[in-house]
């Protein structure tokens, strides 16, 4: 991002707010590859924090995903978080306005740094914690010897962010009161957590 883009209206300075996102938003995509094509996979991700101003991200992909070369330690990596999103007529709005598109997204970079078994497994054990709902019963046994067996098909990855920004488009450049009217119009469609801006 640069510091014109985007307006500051919509841009998300908040590290909490961005964390926020990462956490009700899991599902990132990450592109990596310093040839073409690029390589892009949607992956579940889960935040570490490591310091007050560090963060990592932790996942796996399949072993068979060609995404694997690319996600080597030292590598760079890019990412994107997408929270809800839709389309917002101009009779959202008490007054006459022209159509827009509402959402929340975060954007960054990092290094990857690939993880060993037990690192591994401790990620798996945290994931299942992490991304269940707030009524899950399960609980990964640490000692379940499935796990050994699908450790040998995925591999396991750590991004230590870089760079991380984000936008919230809530027709924030239009006053409170349509930004409310946005805010409420995205949270009915999309039926989903949000963060406020």
């Known amino acids: ?107 960054g970079r990092g290094t990857v740094h690939r993880l060993d078994d037990v690192a591994t497994r401790r990620l798996l054990i945290d994931a299942t914690r992490e991304l269940g709902d707030e009524d899950q019963h399960f609980a990964l046994d640490p000692v379940d010897p499935r796990i050994d067996q699908f450790i040998g098909g995925i591999v396991a990855f750590e991004i230590d962010v870089t760079e991380m920004s984000g936008i919230t488009k809530l027709a924030q450049d239009k006053g409170p009161v349509h930004s409310e009217l946005a805010r409420n119009h995205l949270t009915s469609r999309a039926g989903q957590h949000m963060i406020n801006p």
Not at 35 to 58: C, F, K, Q
Request: glycine content about 6%; some cysteine.
């Open 1 to 107: 991002m640069t510091s014109d883009y985007p307006l500051s209206p919509f841009r998300i300075d908040d590290r909490a707010k961005m964390h926020e996102l990462v956490d009700n938003y899991p599902l990132a995509t990450i592109i990596s590859g310093r040839g073409e094509p690029e390589n892009i996979t949607l992956v579940p991700l889960i935040r570490r924090d490591i310091g007050p101003d560090s963060t990592r991200l932790a996942g796996h992909v399949d072993r068979d995903n060609p995404h694997c070369a690319e996600l080597r330690t030292g590598e760079p990596v890019s990412f994107v978080f997408r929270g809800p999103e839709s389309y917002a007529s101009p009779d959202v709005y008490p007054d006459a306005q022209l159509p827009g598109w509402l959402y929340l997204m975060l954007k």
